[in-house]
């Protein structure tokens, strides 16, 4: 999963082999030992913990995945946000999930409460791109030409931060 084996994890290394690690030396979440199903997470208090993917995506088409959970029901909550030319972001608010760009658009509806784990997907490719939740896919929608510089997991960019487990970044 690219997660250290224990403590603070101020990397969360790419195992893709593109070194698109995701970094935070000041405040770091942590590995919650055992959390989905007997493996780690990476445990985001909601105070100030950040990971920064500083190297992000040059240009569309991309993709974004997460397997996540909200602990404390917060809404809105931001999975995924970005830097660069106009804003991108993964948004939970009851009872569905938003990816937010140029257009909002609804990712899917949450069948279940949203401390629960799910799955993500954003496929961002202008007028073609859409995205899915725990398989079934939302309503598609215009992204514009934006493409994220940096990705900011746990937080809105550094101003707002959010009480998150990630299971799995892709």
């Not at 250290?4 to 593109?18: E, L």
């Amino acid at each position: 999963t690219g997660l250290p084996a224990a403590g603070s994890i101020t990397q969360w290394s790419d195992t893709s082999g593109n070194a698109r690690h995701a970094t935070e030396a000041t405040n770091p979440p942590t590995v919650q030992d055992a959390a989905l199903n007997g493996y780690d997470v990476a445990r985001f208090d909601g105070t100030n913990d950040t990971l920064v993917l500083a190297t992000g995506f040059t240009a569309q088409p991309y993709s974004f995945a997460v397997v996540a959970r909200d602990r404390t029901g917060v809404t809105p909550a931001y999975f995924w946000a970005r830097t660069g030319d106009g804003q991108c972001a993964l948004v939970k608010s009851n009872p569905s999930l938003f990816v937010i760009s140029s257009t909002n658009r609804v990712v899917g509806a949450m069948a279940t409460a949203f401390t629960d784990w799910f799955m993500a997907t954003v496929i961002v490719n202008g007028a073609a791109s859409y995205g899915s939740l725990n398989g079934t896919a939302g309503s598609p929608g215009n992204a514009g030409s934006a493409h994220p510089t940096s990705v900011d997991l746990g937080s809105l960019v550094g101003a707002a931060w959010f009480p998150l487990d990630y299971a799995a970044v892709v």
